[in-house]
């Protein structure tokens, strides 16, 4: 019978900082308890650094897939390889791809997709076994000769599910957010305390998922007519979305690298329009691949994300309009906004010419094929863009004008001719 995970403290179960260390000298007996000590000062301290400054959740790897045989997909997941910290600072090494058994007893029914989602949350948590039996030598508590110790402690890491219900409302993050608000939902007043530490908290950090790390949440699948008719049918989705990442190093974030327009510079409507030149198209270049999901409106390249909007002197700003909604070319890696050529038209009265285009691109829901949100800060109007922080606004404008103005000296040619 699985036990509920309450928030803890790290202090419940991760164990007391020792504050003493050895202090050697020539001719100094050493026993187990100096050793012992030894090896828990020293990982007590990375410990210690490891939640302080890096926090807890996934450092990389750790991906769940379904299994490559279709005769196990219904009931097996795949575990990449990879690495993770728990609330308690310490490393979580999965050595090679591993393959998990899902308890399809324990799994919940199938809800409404309306509701929250709920399933069965596939975690890692930290372990040790004791190896390698030796015979002892000499037993300080006994006299027994055949009694055996174990001469290492192998750290096994340990894949086990919880139901949602059993964790901390921020263990696993629910991207579209709780459905129904609750005006008596938990709010925290520590105001009054200094800032906590990554992991939260400062000596003694509040874990949610206790010593667990979350992989994935796999959901129930109700069966349709197609599904019934093959001999092993998928039972479940495998949910990555509310995965906790550590951040990533600043050299890995995507960025903006190229764009089609000079910033704050001019283009003239001709330019603009004509397909030798722009093409009536805003193009956004990335250094990586973004997701490629069905969805775009949940991540990726839309209206909502990538915006065009424009103005002239005392003129309130309004949308650029669009011949079709902004998307992302096949490459992966270029996002397009369609402006409506109409309104490039030499002969309109009411076109382009005159204004300023503002673009705006909301990184923090632009999402690459890590799903990390991009590096999109436009720092001093240059590229690449970036922080070194994921997310952020990436903003650009252009003038728009009838034709290139001359330099004064050409124009003076023009007159004297």
Known sequence: ???????????????????????????????????????DYLLSRQHLHNRLMHGWG??????VEPHPKDSCKQDWVIVKAGVALDCCGREIYLPSDTAFEVPMDQMPPVVDKKQKPDGLLLCIRYGEQEIEQVPVLYAENGCNPNQHEANRLKETPRLEVRKLDEVGDSCWRIPDGDQEFDPDKECIDDCGEQLSSPAGGCINPVCACAELVPLALLVPMAED???QKTTKPTRFEIDLRGRRHL????????????INWPHGGEVCLEELRDESGMGCKLKIHFNRKLIQTGDSYANGINEFTFVAQYGGAQKVLEFVPAENPPDLEQDGCTAVFHIDPEYLELGRRHNLAGTTVYVTLRCDFILDCHEMPVDGNHLAGRLPSGNGLPGGDFVSWFNVVHEHSEPDGEEENHKDE
């Open 1 to 39: 019978m699985m036990q509920p995970i309450k928030k803890t403290t790290c202090m419940d179960h991760c164990g007391s900082i020792p504050t003493e260390r050895n202090r050697f000298f020539t001719g100094k007996y050493m026993t187990a308890r100096d050793f012992d000590a030894e090896q």
């Open 58 to 63: 996934i450092v990389c790897g750790l991906r």
């Open 225 to 227: 007519e197609d599904q």
């Open 247 to 258: 951040p990533v190093p600043i050299e890995q974030l995507t960025r903006v690298v190229g």
